[in-house]
């Protein structure tokens, strides 16, 4: 059964997102829809969770988007001593494409791309080759539990506008982290960048590293389209705590009372459906601002705040969202780890870390016989870099569990250039027009003479009349618009004593007389 509402015919739609209730019009003949799902996903590799996870984006976001890209982070490898790679490919990468394409019926998936090929004995420029947008399937991430990094473009059905990739690459870095980046061609002149990552936790350093280090391969590798989207599991955490990037704090336990507790208790006393509740609504807490020697929650926000039975401060889910975010890594360094780049209204709980079983917060974390603390994180990220991007509001996590994160996903508008409009607004089909019999066109000839010689006529009268009000500067009045420059007009004099008038010229001639007899 098919949950997708579609109208190709149409030069314009208009977005709802369930959640936000935010109503928007799009001109398709101007811009292209594009939808962003990335998710954590981990051993989720079922045609099930597929369609629960298809279903559930078009489901908040009631409109088909132009594109749809899937990006996904620790998909299994299969341990192999030989063709690691060729294993993944086959029974993961081919597997999880053709779940997605029996999930999105009405779009076509793209899997094949032009390579440019430099041998002397091809006739074209180009090469067909199969399109593995994938990373890190290798022994040490089998053994690791499987860090695969996929991405699936899937473009919709009777879509005038031409998407080719045209370059493709991926690098994995310490076996488990890493990134594949595709140029997608759109139409004549454009194109975006799409980088699936799935980048490392430990500290700050580490964290501006491993960007640095992206965005500078990207460049070496000649990625540099005016649009680029990053987007997958960045690892990002809200820092919280007087140890600051630990990946292991406290658990919480002896009735400890302080303000991080409170927010651990907070949010997982949650239910799912609370918890992924998208509220733009603005929240008056104040707190300062998080540097690497002030990650405490206690010493950034207000004594008053974060306390149990506190009527007056009571905390709602506006206030949580802005304390997590204004102590979210990411957010408060975006310019210094992505330069450029930008992401939509984040009005929404982190999607990390939840419980596999609920998909309600659990931030504990049990490693055999011992149990450790987790910070909560919106780790799961979509971030954007050019102009012709623009936001709908449809920023935002999907209820699918089985993991420890909760995907998330986006959609926005892409500008297209003019003449990739041209382009969209073509028909697939031009439909036939009436024949007319010789007698009809006959006698509309006359008719079409006789109209455009009365156009004619009424632009030579408009063309001779002034429309605009005239100034007489003698007199300082308005003349009317039907005046022409005439002798009603006086020209410029200067005034001379004893009521007769002359010209500057001779004005000047006469102060010249007087000085020379001084």
Known sequence: MSIYKTDNMLASRTITTRQ???????????????????????????????DELIQKYFYNVELEPDLVIVALQEVPVDIAITKTRKSFKEKFYKKIGDMLSNSLKSY?????????????????????????????????????????????????????????PTAVKERCIDQTKGYCVVTLQIGDNQSIDIVNTHMPFRDEKTTSSFTNEMLRWL????????????????????????????KNITTCEDDDQSKYCFIKDYLENMTLDESIVVDPAYSKVRLTKLTKDNCDI??????????????????????????????????????????????????????????????????????????????????????????MFTFNSHYM??????????????????????????????????????????????????????????????????????????????????????RTRSSKIPRRTTKKRGGRSKSCKSKAKKQTRRLKRI
């Open 298 to 387: 206690s010493d950034r926000i207000s004594k008053n705040r974060l306390l149990d039975g506190n009527d007056l401060y009571k905390t709602q889910a506006k206030d949580m969202i802005r304390i997590l975010l204004k102590s979210d890594v990411l957010h408060t360094k975006m310019n210094t780890l992505f330069p450029g780049f930008r992401e939509d209204i984040i009005s929404f709980l982190p999607t990390y870390k939840r419980d596999e079983s609920t998909g309600k917060f659990s931030l504990l974390k049990k490693e055999s016989s011992t149990v450790h603390g987790r910070l909560p994180g919106y780790a799961d990220r979509i971030l954007f870099k050019g102009k």
């Open 397 to 482: 996590p999907l209820s699918v569990v089985g993991n420890d994160h909760l995907p998330i996903a986006s959609m926005v508008q892409f500008k297209l250039s003019d003449t990739n409009q041209h382009i969209q607004s073509e028909e697939p089909e031009e439909p036939e027009e009436p024949q007319e019999s010789e007698e009809s066109e006959e006698s509309e000839a006359p008719l079409q003479s006789e109209h455009s010689e009365q156009l004619e006529k009424e632009k030579r009268t408009k063309t001779s009349k002034i429309p605009k009000r005239k100034k007489n500067t003698a007199t300082n009045k308005i003349l009317s618009p039907t």
């Open 108 to 164: 076509t998936i793209i899997d094949s791309y032009d390579k440019p090929s430099n041998s002397f004995f091809t006739s074209t420029n180009t090469k067909q080759k199969n399109l593995n947008l994938f990373t890190c399937a290798n022994i040490v991430s089998g053994v690791a539990g499987g860090y695969g990094i996929v991405t699936y473009i899937f473009k919709r059905e009777h879509l005038t506008i031409p998407i080719i």
């Open 219 to 246: 460049r070496v590798h000649n990625f540099r389209s005016d649009a680029q989207v990053v987007l997958g599991d960045l690892n990002s955490r809200s820092l919280l705590t007087p140890e600051c990037y630990a």
């Open 20 to 50: 936000s209730k935010k109503k928007q019009t799009v001109d398709e003949t101007k811009n292209m829809l594009i939808g962003f799902i990335s998710w954590n996903i981990q051993n989720n590799i079922n045609q099930s969770k597929m």
